[in-house]
């Protein structure tokens, strides 16, 4: 019987960062399996009489972290106050309510121009984003400098943003707590902008800031209405560049709602 040849560590490596295993948990490595065989094996247990249980009493909280739901309204307060972009960007520095600000290098707060007609809005950063601070420059992001150009954008023509603006670890989804948190924050930040059109890309970035409930494919090449508190804004939801990655074969369809995005550019003029 011939064994196959065992992985070389340059092989393990590269299979761990294609997988997403990119960053470390702790600053020394630590085998965790000779924890569990030098732990002492449990003492015999004691029958004791039934007696009436405790009356249950709340955990006390820490001062680690606000806990999820006073993080979410503490968003909610502060997001609004910011009057300007840059206080906006401020404010997300000094928010300590999401865990994933603990984990992530940077923050990537936006990029392009603040003053375009047109927003564009993914879901979080990623490996390349996260290293940089800046949205769309990986993978994802040259697919996307390429959509732009088809219609005669760049990103001196568009602003770029994401719902989420630190990296998940291992580019793992946000859970909907983390995406509640990161809400009221991306939605002053359209405000501000305040763009003639928004453009989501990808289901998270939709259901999250337009408030859907069906998927991309039925979604997509659709007008939405979103109002800012101040005036309605015309949106739109279509495929995120990472998934056209995966599957090319809906960048046909992702033409047509970018050309439908350039007539609708080419017939209005922002106030």
């Known amino acids: 019987m011939i064994s196959e040849r065992p992985p070389t560590p340059h092989e393990l490596l590269a299979f761990y960062l294609e997988a997403g295993v990119d960053c470390a948990l702790a600053e020394e490595p630590f085998d965790r399996l000779s924890e569990?065989?030098?732990?002492?094996?449990?003492?015999?247990?004691?029958?004791?009489?039934?007696?009436?249980?405790?009356?249950?009493?709340?955990?006390?909280?820490?001062?680690?972290?606000?806990?999820?739901?006073?993080?979410?309204?503490?968003?909610?307060?502060l997001?609004?106050?910011?009057?300007t972009l840059e206080e906006l960007r401020g404010l997300?520095?000094?928010?300590?309510?999401?865990?994933?600000?603990?984990?992530?290098t940077k923050l990537v707060f936006g990029d392009g121009n603040p003053?375009?007609?047109?927003?564009?809005?993914?879901?979080?950063?990623?490996?390349?984003?996260?290293?940089?601070?800046?949205?769309?420059?990986?993978?994802?992001?040259?697919?996307?400098?390429?959509?732009?150009?088809?219609?005669?954008?760049?990103?001196?023509?568009?602003?770029?943003?994401?719902?989420?603006?630190?990296?998940?670890?291992?580019?793992?989804?946000?859970?909907?707590?983390?995406?509640?948190?990161?809400?009221p924050f991306i939605k002053r930040q359209i405000e501000l902008v305040d763009p003639d059109i928004v453009v989501c890309l990808g289901k998270p970035s939709s259901q999250a800031?337009?408030?859907?409930?069906?998927?991309?494919?039925?979604?997509?090449?659709?007008?939405?209405?979103?109002?800012?508190?101040?005036?309605?804004?015309?949106a739109m939801a279509t495929f995120h560049p990472a998934y056209l990655l995966r599957q090319p074969i809906y960048k046909r369809m992702t033409w047509k709602d970018l050309r439908t995005i350039q007539t609708a550019l080419a017939a209005s003029v922002k106030t």
Not at 92 to 104: M, Q
Not at 140 to 151: C, E, F, N, T, V
Request: proline share 11%; aromatic share 6%; charged share 25%.
């Open 79 to 83: 997001a609004p106050k910011a009057k």
């Open 115 to 183: 003053q375009a007609r047109v927003m564009f809005v993914g879901e979080a950063p990623g490996r390349d984003e996260d290293l940089q601070g800046i949205p769309f420059i990986g993978r994802s992001g040259k697919l996307l400098d390429l959509m732009l150009a088809s219609i005669g954008l760049d990103r001196t023509k568009a602003y770029i943003a994401n719902v989420i603006p630190w990296r998940p670890p291992g580019n793992r989804d946000p859970s909907p707590h983390e995406t509640q948190m990161c809400l």
């Open 92 to 104: 997300l520095e000094a928010f300590d309510g999401c865990a994933l600000k603990a984990t992530a």
């Open 36 to 77: 569990i065989e030098a732990e002492p094996a449990p003492a015999p247990r004691r029958i004791a009489p039934l007696t009436p249980a405790p009356a249950l009493t709340a955990a006390p909280q820490t001062d680690l972290a606000p806990a999820p739901d006073a993080a979410i309204e503490s968003a909610r307060e």
């Open 209 to 234: 800031v337009l408030d859907l409930k069906d998927g991309i494919m039925r979604t997509r090449g659709r007008w939405f209405d979103y109002n800012t508190g101040t005036r309605t804004i015309r």
